[in-house]
């Protein structure tokens, strides 16, 4: 038994198993911390990382959800191709999605399935698409589901069930001479659905008004030599503030208000970098946008950074290292806590840890024997749901004294 798994963690209100050996790739939890859901994944990654078997590829894969105290409230099972790679569930917690890949042959097919969660696992969408589905976000009520694949999809909730024939929005032309189709990365939505960010792979940055469904006004901000692809973004609730964070060399995250954006050429409000030197792998901002979360790689471990939004102009609050390359960070709605999840490569060991948001003083840390990717506090700040690659899902509380009531 692990070391961490062999004594009582106080701040540990519960742990699930799910269909291991696949890797919990995704987790997401609703505002009030009452509801968590979860997907499992598995891809044959190159070396360094241990050698999985390639025939676990195809297999039986999951959506999981439970409730607050660790009650399974269902499980979607399917088979498939490399399975659920991205979860959401609405804030609210009444609406949840898995997506990820679905079958290889005769062709690739990625997937979308949308669930009422009171009544799962029954589908309120089954939908199928050319590309795997790397992003999902849900609008607060549930309303509307966006995903990103080889395009971003928009679902409306038609009659209790999301549409069969979404609005696609259309994205840029691979550059010049390139070989590899452009896909979205990330999405996010406004929590009343009117609003959608995302960015693909090629650096390009996307704002766009929903109109009852159907994608309006698009503002596209590109600078490919700065993000490369996208692969993070968070957006705050009322679409004012949007961070970004993109692949390469770059340390660098971009702060973006709906103003830059959508009056005169797009353009970012501001710009921080990290001193890390390794990309920025995940962003987080708060309700108001005051603050954001970041994590970048630094050798084999990496660190947190905490940084402050004064309408623009971007500082650091605080600056913690992590004990391995940290994949991603999270905050409750008003920043009072910031989690995250680290461990690089499968097989090696990661750990969840939580800091003070105002400080940056580690609260706690629970290590695991594999690495961890998700890591996500619920917007009341009330419970954290956690994945590890070791098939578990955790669910924490920010204090031993936690409760929900």
């Known amino acids: 038994m692990y070391a961490a798994e062999a004594q009582p963690f106080s701040f ?12 919990v790739n995704s987790t997401a939890i609703s505002a009030d911390g009452r509801r968590v859901v979860a ?8 070396p360094p990382m241990a050698e999985p078997a390639p025939a676990l590829e195809s297999n039986q894969f999951g959506t999981y ?6 009650m399974p409230l269902w499980a979607d099972m399917f088979e498939g191709y490399e399975g659920v790679y991205s979860v959401a569930i609405s804030g609210e917690g009444n609406v949840a999605a898995s997506g990820g890949w679905f079958s290889k042959t005769p062709t690739l097919q990625g997937f979308v399935r949308a669930y009422d969660v009171a009544n799962g696992p029954d589908n309120i969408l089954d939908f199928r698409l050319g590309e795997r589905v790397n992003g999902l976000a849900l609008s607060s009520d549930g309303s509307f589901l966006v995903a990103a694949a080889d395009d971003v999809y928009l679902f409306p909730q038609e009659g209790g069930v999301f549409s069969e024939n979404p609005a696609k929005l259309g994205l840029a032309s691979p550059p010049a001479g390139s070989k590899i189709p452009n896909s979205a990365q990330a ?7 009117s609003w959608i960010l995302a960015g693909d792979y090629y650096g390009n ?5 929903n109109h009852s469904g159907v994608f309006g006004n698009k503002y596209v901000w590109s600078d490919t030599s700065a993000l490369t692809t996208i692969h993070a973004i968070a957006m705050t ?3 004012q503030w949007f961070a970004v964070a993109g692949g390469g060399p770059s340390s660098t995250v971009y702060l973006f208000s709906q103003t830059s954006m959508t009056l005169g050429p797009p353009t970012y409000a501001g710009m921080y970098t990290l001193d890390t030197g390794g990309r920025v792998g995940w962003v987080a901002i708060t309700d108001d946008g005051g603050m954001l979360s ?28 992590t004990l391995h390359n940290p994949n991603s960070t999270s905050m409750d709605a008003s920043g009072k806590f910031v989690a995250v999840a680290d461990g690089y490569p499968d097989g090696f060991p990661g750990s969840f840890s939580l800091y003070d948001g105002a400080t940056g003083d580690q609260m706690w840390s629970y290590p695991t024997p594999n690495m961890n990717w998700p890591m996500f506090v619920s917007a009341d700040g009330s419970g954290i749901v956690g994945g590890t690659d070791g098939g578990a899902v955790y669910y924490f509380t920010p204090h031993t004294d936690s409760k929900i009531e």
Request: glycine share 12%; proline share 4%; with cysteine.
């Open 187 to 193: 999405v996010a939505i406004t929590s009343d659905g």
């Open 237 to 239: 609730p009322d679409g």
């Open 294 to 321: 970041a994590v970048s790689n630094k050798g084999k471990a990496g660190a947190v950074v905490a940084i402050k939004n004064d309408w623009g102009t971007l500082s650091k609050i605080w600056e913690q290292p």
């Open 65 to 70: 959800c439970y409730d607050g105290d660790g």
């Open 39 to 46: 997907g499992t994944f598995y891809h044959v990654y190159k």
């Open 205 to 209: 940055l996307y704002l766009v008004e």
């Open 12 to 23: 540990l209100k519960w742990e699930a198993q799910t269909n291991s050996p696949f890797y």
